[in-house]
């Protein structure tokens, strides 16, 4: 099935005994693809070990990647390591996995794991696992009650009202009506609105994902994102449905270890993470 290589202890660069990388194609599957000329490229999934973090590997990914025409994406592992999806010609491909045996200047590179990966469609090479900016969900009351969703996009608040709520189940697509750009300063308003009110309902940072980059995801109605808030965690999709003066979209939590089947949350956890209270308890002015 997968396809693995090993490279270790390559040593320093320039030191005596380093061993050289095979030149040649080392990761041998597609010859016969690529050897039709109408290549449709490869994908490979790589770790990296070694001292890879926090020493500019990842931007320095992003810059290798485009020079080369690669698309996919970077980010750290949890356990110290790298990892990399990477899609694109052969030769580019093989070309990037080569690089990450070296990486940049002071990186310590022991080890390159690859494994074949899908061809997904990437369309850019972008840093995932880095928060793009705030989240917050305002649950509102006004003539109709709803949850009003805003995503920091550009400095300003993209923002969906959603009648039912956003929900952890990925078997519930709740409707997302698109409304008017918020200013980040609303993020915190909580209180009384003419005859109904806010409430801060969840808020935290968010990472923008998919194989499109932003806000031209968002432009082309199908945007992945990751929320870290302290009800809604992981990854959501924005589905647009229908376009025009009020576009309405689909919100669908992602399946992943966050989604939660079957649960509600709107319903089991009701307060405010700021106050604590219920809208209803500010719509009475408790
Ligand atoms: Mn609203």
Redesign the pocket.
């Given at each position: 099935m997968a396809s693995k290589e090993h490279r270790r202890d390559r040593g320093t660069p320039g030191a005596p005994g380093r061993r050289e990388v095979p030149a040649a194609r080392p990761f041998g599957y597609n010859r016969s693809v690529a050897g039709r000329g109408k290549a449709k490229g490869k994908g490979v999934r790589v770790v990296v070990r070694g001292r890879v973090q926090g020493i500019g590997f990842r931007e320095a990914t992003v810059r290798r990647a485009a020079a080369l025409g690669v698309f996919g994406w970077v980010r750290n592992g949890d356990d110290g390591t790298l990892l990399v999806h990477a899609e694109g010609a052969e030769e580019a491909v093989d070309a990037l996995v080569e690089w990450l045996g070296e990486g940049p200047r002071g990186a310590a590179v022991a080890e390159v794991e690859v494994e074949k990966g899908k061809v997904e469609g990437h369309e850019q090479f972008a840093i995932r696992g880095i928060a793009a900016g705030v989240f917050v969900v305002?649950e509102?009351q006004?003539t109709a009650h709803?949850w009003?969703l805003r995503l920091e996009v550009d400095g300003v608040m993209r923002?969906w009202?959603v009648p039912k709520g956003p929900s952890m189940d990925p078997a519930q697509k709740r409707l997302a009506v698109q409304?008017e750009d918020h200013e980040k300063s609303h993020n915190d308003f909580e209180g009384r609105a003419g005859e109904g009110g806010?409430i801060v309902w969840d808020r935290g940072t968010y990472e923008q994902g998919g194989r499109v980059a932003w806000p031209e995801a968002l432009e082309r109605g199908h945007a992945v994102f990751v929320l870290h808030g302290e009800k809604l965690e992981g990854g959501f999709a924005l589905q647009r449905t229908r376009p025009g003066e009020k576009p309405q979209w689909l919100l669908i939590k992602r399946k992943d270890d966050a989604a939660r089947p079957g649960s509600d949350v709107v319903a089991e956890a009701p307060r405010s993470v700021v106050s604590g209270r219920t809208l209803a308890d500010v719509v009475a002015g408790d």
């Open positions: 305002q509102h006004a709803h009003d923002s009202a409304v806010v």
